[in-house]
């Protein structure tokens, strides 16, 4: 572990851009995250392109769709290092 070098963090990901990913990753489209969670494509789409926020309530069931935990979603910058040490 001597030679372990952190990767440094190259790009910034916001959460539209998290929910986007994370549904990309799964091979799902907009239509089929709609029909596993309830959520109207329109407002999944709204929600991916910033013009809705994505709200805890959502988060969560995105995040049950998806697969990941919804902090993954909710907070994908999140640096626990970088906060510990402020």
């Given at each position: 572990?001597?030679?372990?070098v952190?990767a440094?963090?190259?790009?910034?990901?916001?959460?539209?851009?998290?929910?986007?990913?994370?549904?990309?990753?799964?091979?799902l489209?907009?239509?089929?995250?709609a029909?596993?969670?309830?959520?109207?494509?329109?407002?999944?789409?709204?929600?991916?392109?910033?013009?809705?926020q994505?709200?805890?309530?959502?988060?969560?069931?995105l995040?049950?769709?998806?697969?990941?935990?919804?902090?993954?979603?909710?907070?994908?910058?999140?640096?626990?290092?970088?906060?510990?040490?402020?």
């Amino acid at each position: 572990m001597k030679d372990y070098v952190k990767a440094q963090k190259t790009v910034d990901v916001t959460v539209a851009e998290s929910v986007r990913i994370m549904r990309e990753f799964q091979e799902l489209s907009q239509n089929d995250l709609a029909k596993l969670t309830g959520i109207p494509q329109s407002t999944i789409s709204a929600i991916e392109n910033g013009r809705v926020q994505l709200g805890v309530e959502r988060a969560k069931v995105l995040a049950r769709a998806l697969s990941c935990h919804p902090a993954v979603l909710v907070f994908p910058g999140w640096d626990v290092e970088q906060e510990t040490a402020a």
